[in-house]
């Protein structure tokens, strides 16, 4: 009886990524239950810092809180939500998942600095489109489970892969009908990013 073996990080788009030491801070990077697919959740570095010597330098910025997986058939990463503490970084976002992401792709990003009652859809290059929606206080994890419907009891008898899988396969499955709105317009009505630790408990 033949097995299917499970992805492994370096054959997926995740092991380009890791081997450009753009992989940080994984709270969950393994396969996951369905064959050929591999989880991460975590922060895609967009850009970095100049370093010193060998000094170790955390990046410029970010997508943070990453829920994504990739297809080791395909190369690509179908579904990705993560958090962007600028708008203007989507287009870095873009620029350095060009080659992973798909037009057919689920690709949702929580940013600081737009208006709280705004959602966008915004497209990237290469016939992919981002759906861009406000994030203030909460969690990508917790902002995803409410855009998809789902309760965390949903998920409370499942390991980590199959929660990121469940809520990653219920994301690629909803409708969101947002709005279309261009990058250049998007920065030129971008609202001053917040300072994330205001209003927060010491």
């Given at each position: 009886m033949s097995t299917v073996t499970a992805a492994a990080l370096e054959d997926t788009a995740f092991g380009t990524l890791a081997s450009q030491h753009r992989l940080l801070n994984a709270v969950l990077k393994e396969p996951l239950p369905e064959a050929g697919t591999f989880g991460f959740r975590g922060d895609i570095a967009?850009?970095?810092?100049?370093?010193?010597?060998?000094?170790?330098?955390?990046?410029?910025?970010?997508?943070?809180?990453?829920?994504?997986?990739?297809?080791?058939?395909?190369?690509?990463?179908?579904?990705?939500?993560?958090?962007?503490?600028?708008?203007?970084?989507?287009?870095?976002?873009?620029?350095?998942?060009?080659?992973?992401?798909?037009?057919?792709?689920?690709?949702?990003?929580?940013?600081?600095?737009?208006?709280?009652?705004?959602?966008?859809?915004?497209?990237?290059?290469?016939?992919?489109?981002?759906?861009?929606?406000?994030?203030?206080?909460?969690?990508v994890w917790k902002e995803t489970l409410d855009l998809v419907g789902l309760d965390k009891n949903d998920l409370k008898k499942m390991n980590g892969a199959q929660k990121l899988e469940h809520v990653l396969n219920t994301l690629k499955a909803t409708a969101m009908p947002f709005p279309e709105l261009s990058y250049e317009d998007g920065v030129a009505t971008m609202e001053p990013v917040r300072n994330r630790n205001e209003n927060r408990p010491v």
């Open positions: 967009l850009a970095f810092q100049d370093q010193v010597a060998d000094e170790a330098r955390p990046p410029a910025y970010s997508i943070e809180q990453i829920l994504s997986v990739a297809d080791a058939a395909t190369g690509k990463i179908p579904v990705l939500a993560g958090y962007l503490h600028n708008f203007a970084w989507l287009k870095d976002a873009g620029e350095v998942l060009a080659d992973f992401l798909v037009p057919e792709g689920t690709y949702v990003f929580f940013v600081n600095n737009i208006d709280f009652l705004k959602k966008y859809t915004v497209a990237l290059p290469g016939g992919v489109t981002a759906k861009i929606l406000p994030l203030d206080e909460s969690t």
